[in-house]
């Protein structure tokens, strides 16, 4: 989603913003801004649509903005279109302020506003807030109570920053239900959605809380919670070199991803596996013998991770499993039951949807568990346990490395405990797993003819997918990441419900990728190959080795991956599925690593 930072005491607070946003482009957005003040408090700013790139040539052509402090923001539109007049920072008087989410309040507000004389130049509920804290000014003496004041006016979910000319060197931040963080460095104080922004001297970081406030000056942040009181919160360590995120030798952040997933998928595993002592290492606190259900929960590919999991769930450890998108699962008054647990998948921590149906279970008296890659986020401190993957910053807005980290997790998980498993299936399991890492690599080497069919790939309206059994939310998978970046309209099926409607899609020339190991079910799945060859469908099939070679003849084009074990099958045949869909984009021409109208963090609904 949207980003935002703020800086108070930099020389070059320009600089830092304009970098800051840079580190920020990750999380997907449509146009970017900044604004510097002096220390007399006077400001200038300058916003662009489209690309940071954009905003720094406009800052370039004006010599660039002077200031002690200031804030900036990328934003991902909502309310008002993805033009210039919409960007923020938004002016107000003596403010300019910069906000992610939604005021949902925000007509009530701006009627409120305009009747007492106020005009606006944008279509947003942002420029609502600029206004109420320029208001404010002018009843509060003291700006900090000013802009307490406006924060308790507004409903929703946000983080806000802003300066005023009212106040020189120092920058308001709030937060409620979106990220928002502040940190120290040595003379100076940041106030930013994501610890990515931050430079290198920010030595430490403050998280806030949800209806917190704060005022950042040079080296100081005063943070109080929603009734006004100073609060002491949670710190940690600065990112220093963590925020310093490059390419590297390759192309984009998603091919570089897709290449580091042997090193942090074997990291994972070593996280929760003693592969010395043929152990399972999960905290202590996690008794999955003691649950009767488990829930899981996420948005798009976290939730096909689940989905992946449900089977594992069920057949190794024998606990019910269900699965859930999150959107849907907290608006649809879910029954809970004596011995429920629910588990909650996102990568950043804070999918504003898997955050809420967290709350919701936890108000339910559920024990909540956390599965996620960013250990100091909301859900990882709201929830009773926390499951860290350690995949590291995943820059591409397509997830590649955290779905297969989490796959990782979730697959020991699932294994480690309800005894359904004696000690040589243990044993079995974790030889399974362990060797995923290298099976990995070995995928990889499908580059060169993965990419020969991204050529024709490129040309395609449709391309299906179709898997069984655990593979078949992979196959869902795989057509998300082909629609998210190459803009191909594609869709996966359980192979077993060709005939309950999908073959009526197939006609001649239409791509078919079958996901096709030799397992129980390869018959099965040698079968649906067959009804969709009949009907003029041309079948690429990713297939080990002896799958393979059972196949000869009726595919047309097959990518075989190296033999795995029922664990890790997903795990390594999802390296195939991401190629795929990232060279097709690339031959498309596409923004891989920032594909239109998506965002890496959704934090608002």
Not at 51 to 79: D, E, P, Y
Not at 123 to 139: N, R
Not at 285 to 302: E, K, Q, S, Y
Not at 316 to 328: F, K, R
């Amino acid at each position: 989603m949207c980003g935002i930072v703020g800086v108070s005491g930099r020389a070059d607070a320009c600089e830092v913003l304009v970098e800051g946003l840079r580190r920020l482009e990750y999380r997907g957005y449509d146009s970017a801004g900044v604004c510097g003040a002096g220390l007399d408090g006077a400001m200038a700013g300058e916003r662009a649509a489209g690309k940071v790139s954009a905003l720094a040539a406009k800052l370039a052509a004006r010599g660039g903005l002077a200031g002690m402090s200031g804030i900036a923001h990328t934003r991902w539109a909502t309310h008002g279109a993805a033009e210039e007049r919409n960007a923020h920072p938004h002016r107000a008087g003596r403010v300019a302020l910069v906000h992610n989410g939604i005021i949902e309040n925000h007509a009530a507000l701006k009627a409120e506003l305009m009747a007492a004389g106020r005009t606006f130049q944008s279509d947003t509920d942002s420029e609502v807030v600029a206004h109420l804290f320029d208001a404010a000014l002018d009843v509060h003496a003291d700006p900090h109570d000013a802009w307490r004041a406006v924060v308790g006016r507004l409903q929703g979910a946000f983080a806000l920053a802003a300066v005023s000319e009212s106040a020189p060197g120092l920058v308001f931040g709030a937060r409620k239900a979106a990220p928002l963080l502040a940190a120290l460095g040595n003379g100076t104080g940041y106030i930013a959605s994501d610890a990515m922004a931050l430079p290198e001297d920010a030595a430490t970081i403050i998280y806030l809380e949800d209806g917190d406030t704060v005022v950042a000056g040079p080296g100081s942040a005063d943070v109080r919670d929603a009734q006004g009181r100073p609060a002491q919160r949670k710190q940690a360590a600065g990112p220093g070199v963590f925020g310093r995120v490059d390419k590297g030798p390759f192309r984009h952040f998603m091919e570089k991803e897709i290449h580091e997933q042997p090193e942090v998928v074997g990291r994972t595993l070593a996280a929760y596996l003693d592969l010395a002592g043929g152990a399972v290492n999960l905290p202590a606190a996690v008794d999955f013998a003691a649950m009767n259900r488990l829930l899981i929960v996420g948005c798009g590919t976290a939730a096909y991770a689940g989905m992946v999991a449900r089977y594992w769930f069920e057949s190794l450890a024998g606990l019910p499993t269900e699965v859930d998108i999150a959107s849907e699962f907290r608006y649809r008054d879910p029954a809970f039951a004596k011995g429920d647990a629910a588990l909650f998948i996102s990568q950043s921590g804070e999918t504003a949807d898997t955050l809420e149906a967290l709350r919701l279970c936890k108000a339910a008296g559920l024990i909540t568990i956390a599965l996620t890659n960013t250990p100091h986020s909301t859900m990882a401190r709201e929830a009773d346990i926390v499951l860290p993957t350690l995949a590291g910053p995943e820059i591409g807005v397509a997830s590649t490395k955290a779905f297969t980290c989490q796959l990782a997790a979730l697959a020991v998980a699932a294994g480690a405990q309800r005894e359904r498993m004696d000690a040589q299936a243990v044993q079995a399991a974790i030889a399974d797993l362990s060797a995923a890492p290298r099976l990995m690599g070995e995928a990889l080497n499908l580059r060169q003819g993965v990419d020969a069919l991204a050529l024709d790939l490129a040309r395609s309206d449709i391309v299906l997918f179709l898997g069984r059994n655990s593979l078949y939310p992979l196959a869902l998978e795989g057509a998300l990441k082909l629609k998210e970046i190459s803009y191909i309209h594609a869709e996966g099926y359980a192979a077993g419900e060709l005939k309950h409607g999908p073959i009526a899609l197939i006609e001649e020339g239409v791509a078919v990728i079958v996901l096709a190991p030799m397992d129980a079910l390869f018959d099965k799945t040698r079968s649906s190959i067959e009804q969709v060859r009949a009907r003029g469908a041309r079948v690429i099939a990713v297939a080990d080795p002896e799958a393979a070679a059972a196949l000869d003849g009726q595919s047309a084009l097959t990518f075989v991956t190296p033999a795995a074990g029922r664990l890790a099958a997903p795990i390594v045949m999802a390296v195939a599925v991401q190629l795929i869909a990232y060279l097709t984009a690339v031959h498309k021409g596409t923004d891989v690593d920032q594909p239109r109208n998506l965002a890496k963090s959704v934090t608002v609904e």
